[in-house]
């Protein structure tokens, strides 16, 4: 019988935390809760953990402080942000640092229920998927390397959020492949939310600022008018594209 996944709770609101702890042990997860950052950090750092729940306003090292530290560590841990901070400021900050999703507080626990589950998901079977692959893909002048984690341009290695390299990776996996934004949702988020488009749109603008030559006019990742985005095949066929245009397929 396989493990139970582990959850750490890093959140400073006690009764949060029991509600949170209560449904997600009803979906069979081990549930470990610290009120303090002090805490969570140490705790964290005995590894094993296969998702962390964290707020930002903590006693002691503040949430984002925890953030850093965990990108910092060899193992990869999935991290789920909520916070009383709502400002796109925090949020961005937050996504910045390395975290996988965002919630702001007042929020549906049977949401965040559900979202730490796609996540698992989400990892499980990129991990395969890796697994499977192995190696290096190549496709013009990216280099990803999805076991490490690492992509390059041109033999320059750029630094991507987990997110921003799990829809890069998926890109890489279908060349050529035109997704619409609610297809990039429900693979590389793990959920389909109408609303949440504009997250797509966010990451798409923030890849192409770090792989694109000139953000202005991608020649990667390209958007097809009416239908979505795709990864151009290994060619560089331009786009007139701006870095924040959308594709028309939001409701």
């Known amino acids: 019988m396989d493990q139970p996944k582990r959850v750490l709770i890093v959140e400073d609101d006690v009764d949060i935390a029991d509600v949170l702890s209560l449904h997600l042990r009803d979906e069979r997860y081990e549930v470990v809760h610290s009120a303090d950052g002090n ?39 999935p991290i789920i942000i909520t916070s009383a901070r709502s400002s796109e400021v925090h949020r961005i900050l937050g996504l910045e640092l390395g975290a996988d ?27 395969k998927d890796s697994r499977i692959d ?9 280099t990803i390397d999805p076991l ?27 060349p ?15 959920y389909q939310h109408e609303g ?14 770090k792989i694109e030559a000139d953000p202005a006019q991608p020649v990667c990742i390209l958007t097809v008018w009416g239908h979505g985005y795709k990864l151009a095949a290994g060619s560089k066929e331009g786009a007139k594209d701006a870095p924040d245009a959308a594709p028309k397929d939001a409701p």
């Open 39 to 77: 805490e969570g950090l140490r705790l964290l750092e005995q590894g094993g953990w296969d998702a962390l729940i964290l707020d930002l306003m903590l006693p002691g090292v503040d949430g984002l402080e925890i953030c850093r530290r965990a990108r910092a560590m060899a193992r990869y841990t």
């Open 101 to 127: 999703d965002y919630l702001a507080k007042p929020f549906s626990v049977l949401e965040l229920v559900a979202r730490v589950k796609a996540l698992l998901r989400r990892v499980d079977a990129l991990a």
């Open 134 to 142: 192995a190696g290096t893909l190549e496709l013009g002048s990216l």
């Open 148 to 174: 490490a984690r690492e992509v390059a341009v041109d033999g320059r290695r750029i630094e991507l959020t987990p997110r921003e390299f799990d829809l890069l990776y998926y890109f890489a996996r279908h």
């Open 176 to 190: 050529g492949k035109v997704f619409s934004r609610m297809d990039l949702l429900n693979a590389v988020w793990g």
């Open 196 to 209: 949440y488009e504009h997250t797509v749109n966010t990451h798409i603008n923030r890849l192409r600022a």
